[in-house]
């Protein structure tokens, strides 16, 4: 058995949702505002916008890791396939 969950963000996640994704982009080396985090963080709760997302939480309900990903086209399939971001 795991000790941990993963679900969708809920709203109370976005504190620690932000610090992951600032983490996220620090990685990468790539500056992002708090304007286009909070951009971001409303296309998951969008249920019309294409992006969604996934958290990991702990024993505890904390998040400790996220997953953005959307589907996309694959014309030559006629079909959609996931894209993790």
């Not at 679900?7 to 708090?34: K, V």
């Not at 963080?41 to 997953?67: K, M, N």
């Amino acid at each position: 058995m795991t000790d941990w969950v993963v679900d969708e963000p809920q709203d109370e996640d976005f504190a620690r949702w932000r610090e992951l994704y600032r983490g996220y982009a620090e990685f990468y080396e790539f500056e992002q505002s708090d304007e286009q985090a909070a951009r971001v963080w409303s296309w998951l709760h969008d249920p019309a916008h294409e992006q969604r997302g996934l958290v990991v939480r702990d024993a505890t309900g904390s998040p400790i890791g996220l997953a953005h990903y959307r589907p996309f086209a694959r014309p030559l399939r006629g079909g959609e396939q996931l894209k993790l971001l």
